[in-house]
């Protein structure tokens, strides 16, 4: 399986500027995929690039981040390279909205806002995942007891359960 990332990179010299990862399953599952993402991150934070980490997966063990006692399902790592150690870290579950957050560029730019919840919903709209996905089962891995009891009223309410 060939997977991706996006890099950003400065106009004329190519320089890149910042590395976004979307975690995968392989990435989070033990073995050799994680081994290979966990080292090419650790490359990427000994650098001065920028670095944003997506987890957007309940299942598999979170990527370890130093100092965090999150607890959340799903997480943001925006890493800047020029304020390393430290890093702004969006924790989020089910419930609540995808948060938005600023592009790192280099220092004198605007720096747009990453809207991954706008992105995603656009995607399911034109891709007709209504139409695709079975929402009568439950999700793997299983919600906690108060998450799965608010998706089912959520999903009822859209009619599609």
Known sequence: MRETYLEVRETGTDYVIA?????????????RGRRIYEDKRLDVLATRTHFIEIDLLRAGEPMPIVGNG?????????????HRPTAT???FDVRQPIPTFPLP????????????????HDLYERASYDLRLDYTGEPEPPLPAVEALWADQVLR???LR
């Open 19 to 31: 590395v976004m990862e979307m975690l995968s399953p392989t990435n989070k599952r033990p073995g």
């Open 70 to 82: 999150s607890t959340s399902a799903y997480r943001i790592l925006v890493s800047r390279g020029d």
């Open 89 to 91: 870290l969006y924790a």
């Open 105 to 120: 560029l280099p220092p004198g730019n605007h720096e747009p806002l990453v809207d991954i919840g706008q992105l995603l």
């Open 157 to 159: 309410q859209q009619g």
